[in-house]
Every structure is written in C-alpha cells, then in structure tokens.
C-alpha cells in the first residue's frame, strides 16, 4: 500500500513537470514562429475567416506553404481555435500541447499493456516522454508532421489491445 501511495505521488509529480515543461511560456518559447509554424498559423487565419487558404482554396486537403507542401489538419485545429477564441501564438501551439499529451497518456498505457503493468517500465516511459529534450521541443512548436508522434501512440496502442484481445480481424 505504501508502494502505492509513492508511486502515485511520482506519477503526479511527473505529470506537474510534464504540464510544466509544455505549457511554461507556450507562446514565447522558442522566441517567435518557426516559418513553417507561421505559414500554417496564416493558412489557419484565412481558413477561420475566409474559408480559403492563403492561395484561395476552399478546405485544402494539401496547403502550399512557401513553395513547398505540408498536410492541413494542424490548420483545421488552429482555424477552429481561432474562431472561437481569435488569433494568439499560445493557441497556434495548443494543438501540439494536446498531441503531445496524448503521447504521454497512451504511451504509458501502451508501456502498462506490454510490461504487464510494471510500475518501473511506466515510471520509466512517463519520464522518458517528460524529459527527453526532443520530446519536449516537439511539443512546443505548432509544425503538421508534429502531430504524426501523438497520433502514431494512439494507434499503436490500439493495435496493440486489439492484437492481445483477438479482435485484429482474421482467423485464429
């Protein structure tokens, strides 16, 4: 019971320190906006007043940023956030916040699933994605090919419970 207890209190204090490390000064560090991260947050702009991208493109499914591509669901995040609240840095950056948030909680469900609930390998996993300076710069610039991380564990987690469920499909 006492194990419990410590390691509750560690996961809650990796948990402020994850909270900490994401959403400190979202809007200003790093200083201003990546161009990719400011091409998107105008396409955003356009799309939560106009309808159209920057090009004049009703809901593209590809946006053309400075000559070359990049997909468009991170624009559709932040064209609704900006509808709702106006344009800010701090809301360009939420969307990578969130994904970001769902690395940690799938990825340690993820860890709970495949070591057998080893509070080790979890505690293990939620410092990992807390602390490693990539992980932390990932989650605080607002850049489309950001997302794939959060959106890979979600599904690799999935996958995962389906395949130890019996219910990936086929014969057995």
């Known amino acids: 019971e006492n194990q419990k207890l410590i390691y509750r209190v560690a996961m ?3 948990g402020i320190c994850f909270l900490g490390t994401r959403l400190w000064k979202l809007d200003s560090l790093p200083m201003g906006l990546h161009i990719d991260e400011a091409g998107m947050a105008y396409d955003a702009w356009c ?4 309808g159209v991208d920057r090009w004049m493109k ?7 940023n400075f ?6 669901l991170y624009a559709f995040l932040c064209a609704g956030l900006f509808k709702v609240f ?5 809301l360009v950056r939420l969307p990578i916040f969130v994904f970001s948030a769902l690395t940690l909680v799938f990825g340690c469900k993820l860890a709970k699933r495949i ?4 509070p080790v390998m979890i505690f293990f996993t939620a410092v990992l994605v807390t602390f490693a300076p990539y992980m932390i710069m990932q989650s605080r610039y607002g850049l489309d090919c950001d997302l794939m991380l959060g ?6 987690y999935f996958f995962v419970s389906a395949i130890e469920d019996g219910q990936a499909g086929g014969t057995r």
Do not use: E, K, M, R
């Open 47 to 50: 799309l939560a007043n106009f």
């Open 58 to 64: 009703a809901w593209p499914v590809y946006l053309d």
């Open 12 to 14: 809650i204090a990796v």
């Open 67 to 72: 000559g070359a591509g990049q997909s468009s």
């Open 151 to 156: 959106a890979s564990t979600v599904f690799l």
């Open 86 to 90: 106006g344009f800010s840095v701090w």
């Open 115 to 118: 070591f057998q609930d080893d």
